[in-house]
């Protein structure tokens, strides 16, 4: 059989497939994506269907959501426009905070935040932290010493900031709402490197943490790049190896990311 005869072939057997191919998609049934579980329920998707003041429908970008629990609200960071937005959990707009800024009331690069059981929310606004009441009013505000990365609030007076700053010799603080400093925890982890930028570069990345807080009190501080929590209890004490000596894993010797000289390269 010629070259010829192989391709024409080919391509009836390609038509064919594809025929049979497109009637299947065609039936209801073959196009379902669970067919033969009927025990499931498709939820209906979340809706947001607020207009602005010229009735188009507004769009925003979620940078940042928590729920707040005491409330049964979402707030949630418009970073596209630089304000906040209290949303039910079915979708309604209650509320929009700030806009974009220098004043008072306004944001000039919004980041994280938390919120409190009296409606206060605390907000990390470039080098300050920012705090609005219930009704979003800004009512105070303070530069701490440590550069604001992450902000956990513990009570109406008092909250935890991470800093991932090369210049930092803590990167956990303590600081009360007039914005003095209480207490400071956890070494910065040092990088030796003769570059002065390359070292600032990959302190930034090894000391890149998030943290969360417990019902006891106790502050968990994971390290993102240095595969590791920091435990610190409501007493102020800290275990270094908390994720070491809790969990039945082998010892990991001190390294960086593999791609951590990519990230530093890429940055330069």
């Not at 690069?109 to 059981?117: A, L, M, N, V």
């Amino acid at each position: 059989m010629s070259k010829l005869s192989y391709l024409s072939l080919l391509l009836i057997i390609l038509f064919t497939f594809s025929c049979s191919e497109n009637e299947n998609i065609n039936d209801p049934e073959e196009s379902k994506l669970f067919w033969d579980c009927e025990s499931i329920v498709a939820l209906e998707p979340f809706k947001f269907n607020s207009l602005d003041s010229s009735g188009d429908p507004i769009t925003f970008e979620p940078m940042y959501i928590k729920y707040d629990s005491f409330r049964d609200r979402l707030i949630v960071l418009d970073g596209s426009k630089y304000k906040f937005l209290i949303i039910s959990p079915e979708g309604e707009l209650l509320q929009e905070i700030g806009r974009q800024g220098e004043a008072v009331s306004e944001f000039s690069s919004p980041g994280h935040f938390d919120y409190d059981e009296d409606g206060n929310i605390y907000i990390v606004d470039n080098n300050k932290v920012e705090v609005y009441d219930s009704l979003g009013n800004e009512w105070m505000s303070f530069v701490p010493d440590h550069l604001p990365w992450r902000i956990l609030v513990e009570d109406n007076n008092s909250i935890y900031i991470l800093t991932n700053t090369p210049f930092a010799e803590k990167i956990l603080a303590k600081y009360n709402l007039n914005g003095d400093l209480l207490y400071e925890y956890i070494d910065k982890i040092e990088v030796d490197c003769s570059d002065p930028y390359e070292k600032r570069m990959l302190e930034m990345i090894i000391n890149e943490t998030e943290f969360v807080r417990d019902s006891k009190g106790n502050i968990y501080v994971g390290f993102i790049g240095e595969y590791r929590i920091v435990k610190l209890d409501s007493d102020g004490n800290i275990y270094n190896n908390y994720i070491l000596r809790e969990l039945p894993f082998n010892l990991i010797e001190y390294h960086l990311p593999k791609d951590t000289t990519d990230r530093v390269n890429n940055w330069k």
